[in-house]
């Protein structure tokens, strides 16, 4: 479904991306992980459009979407959270997932409708707050949820969620772990997941891929990567190796 | 209350207002006036600003010592008071504007009196002739005050500005043959003018003079009076090589042209000025000291250099005399700006010649009556302080309002003194020309 | 000599850090370690006074930090070398290490201080005069370090130093850190390269989602698969 | 045109980017270390040649002593507006931050309407005109721009000498890392304010025997020297200096081509295209 | 009640010209005149400003608006009927000209401020060097239509009255436009592109073309108010219509009301000319300049305290009085 081949990026002399190729299947829950500046949301950013790959190529369905701004890769079915949530303070809650489910599709539905389907989300997400206040009053997990919600009403067919678990306690994790599951098994939505928490990840994902210093080192199931010498030498440090 | 409802009863509050104010509007009266004083003028000068000290404030002391004069005489007739309400319009049009509406609709004056710039005469006439009141211009003299509008009610006794590049160029067209040992045709002059209709206008009449002449133009250059520099203004100056230099401007432009006109070394025959910051002698001669010596400016004549026995009658001598003693007095200065003198003259061609006659003949100083009194007036050559006569363009007229009789005289400051050396009939001294190798604009 | 006891602390609505208590003596090196995204460099960065605390309290020598800011705090003895490094590019290397000695104290000392930089770091006294942005992501490093060393501080705070450099100048920068604890520098050091830091400190602590998960000796850590399992997920 | 007036443009328009630079490197100052714009720094300027003009024509100091006391008056001036006006809104949306500053342009601007009328004033300096290869300098330019190279080199050797002065250009670069060296960041913003408000004064001074004062006279050379200040890059002294020159070039020379509006045209113009191409400055580095 | 109150106001408004107001009616109707025309100007620069657009450089379409019907009319006797369009053209086109590569670039914050005060000190500076036909530094004035009172085609009324109520419709326009802004899913955009654009271009908002309509829209409506100045003061000048002058005074009569409120630019404008009135009237040349100074400490003091605008801020106030039951949510803890 998405597939990217030899894709780079560089900032002034840092190469944050080297050579990537990557594919993502049609349905496939994937986990992306790799160290701190390993090259994760650089690569989410290429993805959505944030900015363009100094390199190589970005397909969604065989077309190419390298270079296209984010507001049309999200009409074209990709959507994305943050790292760190980033939702619309001046807006209410309902607001943040009307404003996407309205916008998110190439056709605007009504402003009702974006409503009537935000509340849907917000409902399948499971965030109780009350829709009508501010997202300041939400805490972490809250935002964090809102990501999700906002992202989810743009109706993708592949979803980029970034760390959608940092923050959160141990049952928040849980759910929202649970969540993202079931947005793959009930909507359908492919769902790539970047994430430090392994344990969650590694426990629900179909298939990972491994990013060290912008370079893909491993891909597999969850069981093969995680017994990946290099996995675990680029999360350890180096010593075994140098033994 | 819903939304239809709100909107209905909306549109009829509308509508009823509308039927029940049009007979108001319609029958709104001009007025008829009792005959009761005080006579009320507003006077709208500009008090500060860059126009101020480029003599619009002398202009102000001119007419309120006018005004002062009459009043202690018991006022117009003897028995009609004049009360003065001064409005500062502070060197800006938009704020020329607001006040000239405050006068006319809260202060309810008679008469708007004044005004130095003429980019404030200029909408002015317009807006203060539509709402049928009287505008009586002391100062401002561009042409584009009257040309083609037909202003029924606005007036102006002073000078207009075509005018004065044609008496400026006529001067050295004279002068040429005898000063410069050239042909007038040879003479190289430059036209450099603030951009507002004043120096547009002077600069259009120079223009046409000098092609009439046949005098080489070789530079024609309109810059902003707030320009923060002329430096470049002056090396095309130099690239163009004048021998004459026409100029029209206002003090703060002037004092920073003449700057760096010596800063950069412009050198030429003969600085010829028309009016405005040029006729603020003392305020020149304060920035440059002896170096404004020998500067050309054209103006109505200051009233101090006119002979008195050129006066139609001995009064207006002893007024002259009066009014000079009085503003010597006020301010201590020793050389008197032309614009005082404008600022009085004007004013004193109202109070004395037109306001008697409108109350005599039509019955008070309605706009009307001002209107038709100021019409028939007919005042010779040297029957005013300033020496010209007084003849109002009528209706149909091309400039209707416009003082057909005034006029300009060509002087020179020399020594500290001004002197008048055109036209030749009245000249009280002989020009220095060209310019002598002691002043720092000198060509060598 | 350091205390952190009981902190709560975080950004925004967003709560870093839960209930965290953490004790540095002196002359010990100490480590934090734990996944990204765990809390370490906001723990940091409320010893430095750069983020304030919540709840819960911080001492150095028994008075407490809490409410002071970053500048006071560096004159009470901390220095804090941060994450990414955060040299002045655009200032020579020696100037950066002026900055170092910013405080009158250090001031007064500031050719005998850094002698002993130039002593410990010889590649950074050859480069003395160029401009630090123009230096190599280890000797950037070492700058970080050197800076913080011209506050004369008795305890240096340093925040994922390896992050971002090759293998070899990683084994070269934990070998200059040796030798910096080996001048009598307490240190608290957050790491992800776990197995290096491990043989570097006396004692460690694992941080894991804002909490403190594990304490203990050094080497009880290094062997202990629950590390690896906090990093890696199985 | 002839070459000699072209190249006679060409140096007075460098004597103008000295005055310039120097204006542009005290914004650049305030602008790079406080992270605010203050829109009205020029009329920081104005206070500046007020004083000058009163100290000497009302008081009859000597012009080197009221020099000194208007670098002084304008320092503290730039002192207060940090501590009345900026450290309250340090925390504010830049927006909020550009119109309290704008608010205290209007402030000064009709203060000093009302203190001392709309009217221009001019010291009535006697300077002698200078002659080399037949092209004439303005001497009060000269002037102004030796003392304009003498004030940069002050502050050159002031913020490559001092440890305030090498912790005002680390602010620039990294705010927050400058906090851990123990440098109060209240103290930094102080000292750096006070600096871009002397450097006013001393431009104060400076064109104060080039031109006349009145209280607008900051909208003249204000909006010039924002673009300098951009386009030669923030916390960038070596960008500002040839952007002054750059534009001043531009004005001097575009002047005696066209028009002096038509030289400002195209300098605004110049910026405003630059800022498309190269939002860092045109002697910035990319971020 | 909530509804009878703006109500009554239009009435009032409405109703004014035959206000029993004394003397000074004639003068009052003008001082409101230019209020109203003036809060058109500021309505439409909150369009842009409450969105974080912030522009130094209204002058410009202001000016554009201004001189391109006064000397169409003036030199090819082009009634405003067809100089208003073209004028809004002319205004759209220059907006379209700065805006797209502003947003395409993305200059934001400072940059897009000094980019556009640049721009409108173009402006201003064109029109003084354009100076054979546009009159230069000291402006120009437009030519009198004659022919009477009422002249339609001109659109030149000796009756203020008339010019009273054709600033009243605009205004009221100009709040409409604001207000339907307010209500569309066009303002929860570009709030959020306010805050974060590349946030709201991931849910998939169109992030150049919102700015870029807004930024049309504002210019126009601007555009509008410099036409109508135009017809209703006959005279115009560079300094007053374009520059950064007045750019900056119509932001600062907005920031004085408040940018976030409907009636937040009018009532910053009409206090900003009713106080300059109110001095100079009551002072003449006594206190000339004290106005402006008082209200440039005044933005100072709104600024830091009162960030909100004065009538934004005293309604924060207002609503913020203690209320009954149903209004306050409790900060909802997430399960």
Redesign the interface.
């Known amino acids: 479904m998405l597939s990217l081949q030899n894709v780079s990026k560089t900032f ?1 002399g840092f190469r944050a991306l080297l050579r990537v190729s990557l594919e993502v299947r049609e349905g496939e829950f994937l986990g992306l992980i790799g ?3 390993s090259g994760k949301t650089t690569l989410f950013n290429c993805v ?3 900015f363009p790959p100094s390199e190589g190529s970005v397909r969604l369905r065989g077309e190419a979407i390298d270079g296209l ?4 890769i ?2 074209r079915g990709i ?2 959270t ?1 790292q ?8 209410s809650i309902l ?2 997932v ?3 489910a ?4 190439p056709t605007r539905e009504s ?1 009702a409708q ?1 409503r009537a389907r935000a509340r849907d989300v917000l409902r399948l997400i ?5 829709p ?2 501010r997202p ?8 964090k ?1 809102l990501e999700l919600a ?2 989810l ?2 109706g993708p067919a592949l979803l980029l969620a970034d ?1 959608p678990l ?5 049952e ?2 849980r759910q929202t772990a649970d969540t993202l599951r079931r947005i793959r098994d009930e909507m359908g939505v492919t769902v790539v997941w970047v994430e ?8 629900l994902v179909d298939r990972v891929v491994v990013l060290d210093h912008g370079e893909k080192i491993a891909e597999g199931s ?2 093969a990567v ?1 017994e990946d010498l290099r ?2 030498e680029a ?8 033994e | 209350m819903n939304r239809r409802h709100a909107i209905l009863s909306l549109s009829l509050a509308c509508l009823a207002l509308v039927v029940l104010a049009a007979g108001a509007w319609m029958a709104a009266p001009a007025g008829a006036q009792a005959l009761k004083g005080p006579i009320k003028i507003g006077v709208l000068y500009d008090l500060t600003g860059p126009f101020a000290a480029a003599g619009a404030y002398p202009g102000s002391i001119g007419t309120r010592i006018a005004i002062d004069m009459v009043n202690e005489k018991g006022g117009v007739l003897g028995k009609y008071n004049l009360q003065a309400i001064a409005g500062d319009s502070q060197s800006k049009a938009d704020v020329a504007i607001n006040e000239a509406e405050r006068l006319l609709n809260v202060e309810k004056v008679d008469i708007l009196l004044g005004i130095y710039s003429s980019a404030i005469a200029v909408p002015l006439a317009e807006k203060v002739d539509k709402q049928n009141r009287v505008l009586w211009i002391t100062i401002a003299i561009s042409d584009a005050v009257f040309k083609g509008r037909d202003l029924k009610y606005t007036f102006r006794a002073q000078v207009p500005g075509s005018q004065f590049g044609q008496i400026s160029t006529r001067f050295i067209a004279d002068y040429a043959g005898e000063r410069f040992k050239m042909k007038p045709q040879d003479v190289r002059g430059a036209i450099i003018y603030e951009d507002g209709p004043y120096g547009t206008g002077v600069a259009a009449s120079g223009e046409a003079e000098m092609k009439k002449i046949g005098m080489r133009l070789v530079l024609k250059e309109g810059y902003s009076a707030a320009a923060p520099d002329l430096a470049s203004l002056v090396t095309k100056l130099k690239a163009a090589r004048p021998d004459v230099l026409f100029h029209t401007g206002y003090n703060p432009d002037i004092t920073l042209f003449l700057r760096q006109a010596k800063e950069l070394g412009l050198r030429m025959k003969a600085i010829v000025g028309h009016g405005a910051g040029y006729g603020q002698y003392d305020k020149l001669r304060e920035a440059f000291r002896e170096d404004v010596d020998h500067i050309f400016n054209v103006d109505p004549v200051a009233s101090q250099l006119l002979d008195p026995k050129k006066y139609t009658n001995a009064e207006l001598g002893r007024i002259r005399d009066e009014f000079l003693a009085r503003y010597k007095k006020e301010t201590g200065v020793a050389e008197i700006p032309p614009h005082a003198s404008m600022g009085f003259n004007n004013t004193w061609i109202l109070l004395t010649d037109v306001l008697p006659r409108a109350i005599q003949k039509y019955g008070g100083w309605s706009a009307d009556a001002i209107q038709k009194a100021a019409l028939e007036t007919d005042i010779p050559e040297g029957g005013t302080i300033q020496g010209y006569g007084v003849k109002f363009a009528g209706p149909g007229h091309e400039v209707r309002g416009q003082n057909l009789r005034a006029s300009l005289v060509v002087m020179q400051y020399i020594g500290g003194k001004t002197h008048v050396v055109y036209p030749k009939a009245i000249a009280t001294a002989s020009p220095v020309l060209p310019l002598p190798p002691t002043s720092p604009y000198a060509a060598r | 000599m350091l205390e952190v006891d009981r902190v709560t602390a ?1 950004y925004g ?4 850090l ?1 209930d965290v208590t953490l004790r540095v003596s002196a002359g010990e090196a100490v480590a934090v370690v734990g ?4 809390g370490k460099t906001t723990l940091m960065r409320i010893v430095s006074g750069l983020v304030p605390i919540r709840a819960g309290d911080l001492r150095l020598d028994g008075d407490s930090l809490k409410g002071r800011r970053a500048h006071e705090i560096v004159s009470r003895g901390i220095a804090h070398v941060p994450e990414g490094r955060r040299i002045f590019p655009r200032l020579t290397v020696e100037e950066n290490l002026k900055m170092g000695a910013f405080l009158p104290a250090a001031r007064r000392h500031y050719a005998e201080t850094a002698r002993r930089v130039w002593d410990l770091f010889p590649v950074l006294a050859e480069r003395r005069r160029q401009r630090a942005g123009t230096l190599s992501g280890g000797e950037q490093q070492m700058l970080a370090v050197g800076r913080a060393l011209m506050s004369r501080p008795r305890l240096i705070l340093l925040d ?1 130093p390896s ?2 450099l090759a ?1 070899v100048m ?2 070269r920068l934990f070998d200059l850190i040796r030798r910096v604890r080996e001048e009598g520098y307490t240190i608290l050091i957050v790491e ?6 491990l ?1 570097l400190v006396d004692r460690a602590y694992l941080l894991e ?2 909490r403190i998960q594990v304490e203990g000796r050094a080497a009880d850590l290094a062997d202990q698969d629950f ?8 | 045109m002839d070459a000699v007036l072209i190249a006679e443009a060409a140096v007075n328009g460098i004597l103008l980017g000295g005055v310039l630079a120097l204006l542009a490197l005290g914004l650049n100052l305030i602008f790079g270390v406080v992270d605010i714009v203050w829109i009205a720094y020029v009329d920081l300027v104005m206070v500046g040649m007020y004083a000058v003009y009163w100290l000497v024509t009302a008081y009859g100091w000597p012009l080197p002593l009221a020099a000194v006391a208007a670098v002084a008056l304008v320092a503290v001036l730039g002192l207060l507006v940090h501590l009345l006006i900026i450290s309250p809104i340090l925390a504010s949306p830049p927006v909020n931050q550009l119109l309290a500053t704008g608010g205290l342009l209007f402030f000064l601007q009709a203060f000093a309407t009302f203190l001392w009328t709309t009217d221009h004033r001019s010291l009535r300096l006697a300077l002698p005109v200078v002659e080399v290869f037949g092209m004439y300098l303005s001497f009060a330019r000269l002037l102004a721009f030796t003392f304009a190279i003498l004030g940069m080199l002050g502050l050159y050797f002031f913020l490559t000498r001092t440890y305030i002065g090498t912790a005002i250009r680390a602010v620039s670069q990294d705010r927050e890392a400058i906090a851990l060296m123990g440098a109060d960041m209240r103290r930094v913003y102080l000292v750096t304010s006070a600096i871009g408000g002397g450097m006013a004064g001393l431009a104060g001074v400076l064109l104060i025997i080039q031109y006349s004062v009145h209280p607008h006279f900051g909208a003249t050379f204000g909006p010039i020297t924002f673009i300098i200040v951009v386009m030669g890059g923030l916390g960038n002294m070596f960008g500002a200096v040839v952007a002054s020159l750059v534009m001043s070039e531009v004005i001097s020379i575009g002047g005696i081509l066209a028009s002096t509006e038509m030289a400002y045209v195209v300098a605004f113009v110049i910026f405003i295209v630059s800022i498309f191409v190269r939002p860092e400055g045109i002697l910035g580095r ?1 971020e | 009640m909530k509804r009878a109150l703006p109500l009554v106001g239009l009435h009032v408004l409405v109703a004014l010209p035959w206000l029993p107001l004394g003397p000074a009616r004639l003068y009052i109707l003008h001082v409101v005149i230019l209020i109203l025309i003036w809060s058109v100007v500021g309505t439409a620069w909150s369009l842009m400003g409450r969105f974080g657009l912030v522009s130094l450089g209204h002058g410009a379409f202001l000016g554009v608006g201004a001189y391109t019907t006064v000397l169409l009319w003036n030199f090819w006797g082009v009634p405003p009927w067809i100089g208003t369009p073209l004028a809004v053209a002319a205004a759209c086109f220059l907006a379209l000209v700065l805006g797209y590569p502003c947003f395409r670039f993305r200059v934001v914050g400072h940059y897009f401020a000094l980019v556009t005060l640049a721009l409108g000190e173009v402006i201003r500076l064109l029109i003084i060097a354009e100076r054979d036909w546009t009159g230069g530094s000291l402006g120009v004035t437009l030519k009198d239509a004659g022919a009477g009172a009422v002249n339609l085609v001109a659109l030149q009324f000796a009756d203020r009255r008339v010019f009273y109520f054709i600033a009243l419709g605009v205004w009221l326009a100009g709040l409409l436009v604001w207000r339907w802004v307010d209500r ?2 066009t303002r ?2 570009l ?2 592109i ?3 654009e ?11 073309r919102f700015k870029l309509k807004i930024t049309l829209l504002s210019a126009t409506l601007t555009a509008v108010g410099g036409v109508l100045y135009g017809q209703y003061v006959t005279y115009l000048d560079p300094g007053t219509l374009a520059g950064i002058g007045v750019s900056l005074r119509i932001v600062f009569a907005v920031v004085l009301g408040g940018m976030y409120t409907l009636l937040g630019p009018t009532v910053g404008t009409a206090l900003t000319i009713a106080l300059a009135e109110y001095l100079r009237v009551a002072f003449g040349v006594r206190f000339l300049g004290m106005a402006e100074t008082i209200y440039g400490l005044a933005l100072i003091l709104i600024i830091i305290f009162l960030p909100a605008g004065l009538y934004g801020g005293l309604r924060e106030l207002w609503r913020a009085r203690p209320r009954p039951l149903a209004a306050a ?1 409790p ?5």
């Open positions: 002034g160290p701190n500046g959505s459009g944030v701004t984010p507001d049309v999200c009409h959507a994305r943050f760190i949530p980033r939702p619309f303070r001046k807006l607001e943040n009307a404003l996407a309205h916008f998110g599709h402003d974006a499971g965030l109780p707050a009350d009508e206040a300041g009053l939400l805490g972490a997990a809250g935002l949820k906002r992202a009403a743009t760390e940092g923050g959160l306690d141990p928040e994790m430090h928490i392994m344990a969650t990840l590694m426990r969850p069981r995680a996995v675990i999360y350890l440090g180096e010593k075994i190796a140098l | 975080g609505e967003f709560t870093a839960w996944p990204n995204g765990a994922e992050l971002g293998p990683v084994l992800q390269n776990v197995r290096q830091v043989s989602v804002g590390v690896r399992k906090a990093y890696v997920g199985i | 990319r | 569309s899913m929860s955009a709030e959020a306010g805050e974060d590349t946030a709201a271009a991931s849910v998939g908002i169109p992030v150049t949510t900060p909802v803890r997430p399960a």
